[in-house]
């Protein structure tokens, strides 16, 4: 039967007509019912895929305390508190501490650690100025070692990387709760999703103001929107936000959406980054977690939520001051706070950042492209992880510190001021290839250009060490060997010449390898590196841990080849472990949320490079901090702590770099402008001082490792190479050179040399 | 490990020249290089921190001094470096006997975390880097047991007790790779006994 025919059954038009209407009402209604539920499944999902996606708590290394080890009382006070330690009565529970001096009582709080779940212990500790002196457990017995908690440095989605510091029910405050709704929703606890009393309230208001003042959405229509950042305004996008909140409610309670908004509401941007909840909010604005923030800073915070820039305290401080004391008259006038606490807040400063949280979004960085290289994905995207990381807190302030006080200095010394310098540090464990600490930039509370992990730079004169240690390998040369340091033209493979020069445009004859190493001299190193190969060269660079081949163009020799900061890092490993590259990790153990790791942890390190050249080379590095380039390191730490390094200044002082070990740490600085522009600065008036300087409140040990059976140390004269010993030459240095190598002895020092032996 | 403080104090040089006397001896009967020119490096004093490690004591230095290197002609131009002699620290120590259960008890991931966290305090105890050797073993990984074997040869060669410990790891590493021919020229090193 067709339409038509079907129709002519009907009997009079009108009946017809009728028909119709009902028909497109009832199939109207049936599309509505299929809208609403397709909204219901998609926020459903969008709400549960949040609520349950629990993301990986990261942690930072634990500090590990036994006697002798370099935790000063002070230190050991710093740290207790920066985990949350209270003094009080240790008796009370777990989390107090008392300190008397050096002595510590500490009731420490059950914690999971890689390998074991720790229940809560009590514990004594005594240190002093120089470190750990003793430790002791509650019956008296002696313990070995403890380690303290870990400190937990944010929480990560490592799928999709994006960062959060997730908030559970508990750890949201009642005044944060009341405060939050009596600004955004003060009838959140009855409405059904949409309130139409405030929707009337708010266009009433527009009507008078005659423009948009109120919205009237609530917490719940706010989350929806911010599921689906989607900020046009139309009629069609109000009316399905409307949809999706009543079925939120009807589905969820009143405290999963409140703690869902808190975790999800938007609080400003971060270069590409969205701040997302108040828990990262408050490591964004405050540097420090939601629990400390106090009811001003929260103010701030939840003024924020109406327009994040247009409110953002950093660049309209004033409309950020004005809206947060608004906010608190609020909470007075509604008894949230009381008029005294509203006064009070009001009075305070804006924003007080302080530093030394746990906020660290250059090494985060490095942990999710660890997680990105090391696990598989399948693995990641379970609930509740914890991660491990090598994280030292202390490292990473000492880094960002160092570096933000250098630049600064360095900044305010520029006439030049259309662009500030920036830089980068990386601190590592090299016998472990744990790394302490990264430092992506002067600002480095926020998240932004990465120059640690990104930034490629040319490396200038610490391509030098690989350059000596390929000599080394040929046979021919030994650290007392001769070189000339003297003027020379190449012609390159396109015809054009190439006439280097050392950075003082001086020229210094004759040299020892050592000298030539200690004082950069390019000359000199050009004519050795041309003699070994600039091919061999290029292989030590890809044997020590360069993932690619750099081009075979004679400046190679002085450097050019573009790294970035890590890959140095990862470079040096090897010479500052004796010729074993130890693989970088950031991350040691990734636990599911039973406590069960992962995979397991392996150290790995490789021999790339003979352990008694690799010795012979740092032995040369350190006369390089002792009377060479790197003098100024000496001047910092001491002539007692031995260290070889290098300095490194690419073409036109673009780049300055400073890079070098102690007996505990490797670290590796660059100073420079993201616009590549010249900077003016060597290596060892800008990298250096902030090298020394992250160095120097860490406490390191010396570079004293023994010498290979191989080799033999021996007084050289710094100048000439000649066979020495102070007491015939007041320019004696210490080299290292193979065991029994026939070296040229000093005139007249001989028989001087044969009495200091016999005596 | 801070062994390494320059040494002038009389039992140490007695030593070292004792040292030097006996490679002198060794050097004239077998060996034509001697330069009588050349003189023992140690001055008594210094302007700048030496590496050289400090001396052992007396009963601890040996009777004879370590055979040098094959490859190498034995000159009188310096003393051996004196011996050093490693141990664990107390944390370190109860660290590996921590390990030692877990490997005992078959849980060999707890036994690598253990030791993990034991480097962390002494990285460069070649002790400590032969523990993470024979663990390596039991993990049937020869590539990174030869690895840790040869990182502890690199640090403790002076030790002759920590250098034999180190080289029989290293062969047995060899053989778990089945390189049969360098596990038997190792062992016949005069210094593995």
């Known amino acids: ?759 | 490990m801070k062994t390494s403080t320059p040494s002038a104090d009389a039992p140490g040089n007695v030593v070292r020249i004792a040292l030097t006397n006996a490679l002198m001896l060794a050097s004239l009967a077998g060996c034509s290089l001697l330069q009588p020119t050349r003189s023992p490096v140690a001055p008594p004093e210094r302007t700048i921190p030496n590496p050289i490690p400090e001396a052992p004591k007396p009963s601890a230095a040996p009777a004879t001094p370590p055979p040098a290197p094959a490859a190498l002609p034995a000159t009188p131009t310096a003393p051996p470096p004196p011996a050093r002699e490693y141990h664990l620290n107390p944390a370190t120590q109860s660290l590996v006997a921590q390990a030692h259960s877990q490997i005992a008890r078959g849980e060999l991931p707890g036994a690598a975390t253990t030791l993990d966290r034991a480097l962390r305090i002494e990285p460069q105890n070649p002790l400590l880097w032969i523990e993470l050797a024979r663990l390596r073993l039991t993990e049937n990984d020869g590539r990174q047991a030869e690895s840790c074997a040869r990182k502890a040869l690199a640090l403790g060669g002076l030790d002759p007790q920590t250098r034999s410990k180190a080289g029989h790891a290293l062969v047995d590493a060899l053989r778990l790779l089945h390189r049969e021919p360098e596990a038997r020229e190792l062992e016949a090193q005069p210094w593995m006994k």
């Open chain 1, 1 to 759: 039967m067709t339409t038509r025919s079907w129709l002519k059954a009907i009997p009079t038009p009108s009946t017809r007509l009728l028909l119709v209407i009902t028909g497109i009402i009832g199939l109207s209604i049936l599309g509505f019912i299929g809208w609403v539920i397709y909204l219901d499944r998609v926020i459903t999902n969008e709400f549960q895929g949040r609520l349950w996606s629990v993301p990986a708590r990261v942690y930072a290394a634990p500090l590990e305390l036994y006697v002798g080890a370099p935790t000063t009382a002070d230190d050991l006070d710093m740290e207790l508190r920066r985990l949350h330690y209270q003094p009080g009565d240790p008796a009370t529970g777990p989390g107090f501490f008392r300190r008397r001096n050096g002595d510590f009582e500490l009731h420490a709080r059950r914690v999971q650690f890689i390998d074991e779940l720790r229940p809560a212990t009590r514990i004594t500790l005594h240190a002093n100025a120089e470190g750990i002196t003793g430790l002791s457990a509650a019956d008296g017995s002696d313990v070995p070692v403890f380690r303290l908690d870990p400190l937990m440095v944010g929480s990560v989605f490592p799928i999709h990387g994006e960062d959060r510091i997730i908030l559970t029910p508990a750890e949201v405050s009642p005044q944060l709760r009341a405060a939050l709704k009596t600004i955004e929703d003060r009838r959140f606890d009855d409405h059904h999703g949409v309130d139409p009393r405030s929707i009337v309230r708010a266009v009433w208001a527009n009507l008078r103001a005659g423009r948009i003042a109120q919205g009237g959405s609530t917490l719940t229509q706010q989350l929806v929107k911010n599921y689906f950042l989607n900020d046009a305004q139309t009629f069609g996008r109000k009316l399905k936000e409307a949809v999706m909140a009543m079925r939120l409610e009807a589905r969820f309670s009143k405290e999963e959406i409140l703690v869902a908004y808190i975790n999800e509401v938007s609080l400003g941007q971060d270069g590409q980054r969205a701040i997302h909840g108040f828990g990262l909010g408050a490591e964004f604005y405050f540097g420090k977690p939601l629990s400390e923030l106090d009811i001003g800073e929260q103010a701030l915070l939840i003024g924020l939520v109406r327009g994040p820039s247009f409110y953002d305290p950093v660049r309209h401080p004033d409309r950020a001051k004005a809206r947060r004391n608004l906010v608190l008259q609020e909470l007075a006038s509604t008894n949230v706070i009381s008029e005294e606490e509203a006064k009070r807040a009001s009075a305070k400063p804006l924003l007080v950042r302080s530093r030394g949280g746990g906020y660290f979004p250059a090494f985060m960085d490095l942990v999710r492209r660890h997680l990105k290289r090391d696990y598989a994905e399948a693995d990641l995207s379970a609930a509740g992880l914890s991660i491990y990381t090598t994280l030292d807190p202390k490292a990473q302030s000492s880094a960002e510190q160092a570096l933000s006080r250098g630049l600064a200095r360095l900044n305010a010394a520029r006439r030049d001021k259309s662009a500030l310098l920036e830089g980068a540090v990386v601190v590592a464990e090299p016998q472990s290839g744990d790394v302490l600490a990264v430092v992506g930039g002067r600002d480095f509370g926020r998240e932004e250009f990465n120059r640690a992990l990104d930034a490629r730079r040319s490396i200038g004169s610490l391509v030098k060490p690989a350059v000596y240690l390929s000599a080394l390998e040929t046979g021919r040369y030994t650290a007392a060997s001769v070189l000339l340091d003297a003027p020379l033209e190449l012609k390159l493979g396109d015809g054009t010449l190439w006439a280097p020069q050392n950075y003082t445009r001086e020229e210094f004859g004759s040299v020892s390898m050592v000298h030539a190493l200690a004082e950069s001299m390019n000359l000199a190193t050009v004519r050795m590196g041309l003699d070994v190969g600039v091919e061999h060269v290029a292989d030590t660079l890809v044997k020590l841990g360069l993932d690619r081949r750099p081009a075979l163009n004679p400046s190679l020799l002085l450097g050019a080849v573009e790294m970035t900061p890590l890959e140095v890092v990862q470079m040096y490993t090897a010479l500052a472990n004796g010729g074993f590259k130890a693989r970088l990790h950031a991350v040691r153990a990734v636990l599911d949320d039973q406590g069960k790791p992962l995979k397991s942890f392996k150290v790995e390190v490789e021999a790339v490079a003979s352990p008694e050249l690799v010795y012979q080379v740092d032995r040369m590095m350190v006369q390089v901090t002792q009377r060479g380039t790197g003098r100024g390191v000496t001047a910092k730490l001491g002539s007692k702590i031995l260290v070889p390094a290098k300095t490194g200044t690419s073409q036109d002082t673009r780049d300055s770099w400073f890079a070098g070990f102690t007996g505990s740490h490797l670290a590796v600085v660059w100073v420079g402008f993201d616009d590549n522009r010249s900077t003016g600065l060597t290596g060892a008036l800008g990298a250096l001082p902030i090298w020394a300087d992250t160095l120097g409140s860490l406490r390191p040990s010396s570079w004293e490792p023994a010498p290979p059976p191989e080799v033999e140390e021996r007084w050289i004269e710094f100048s000439t190479g000649l066979v020495t010993g102070p007491s015939c030459s007041n320019d004696a240095v210490i080299v290292a050179v193979p065991r029994g190598a026939n070296l040229p002895t000093k005139p007249g020092c001989a028989a001087a040399l044969m009495r200091a032996g016999i005596e």
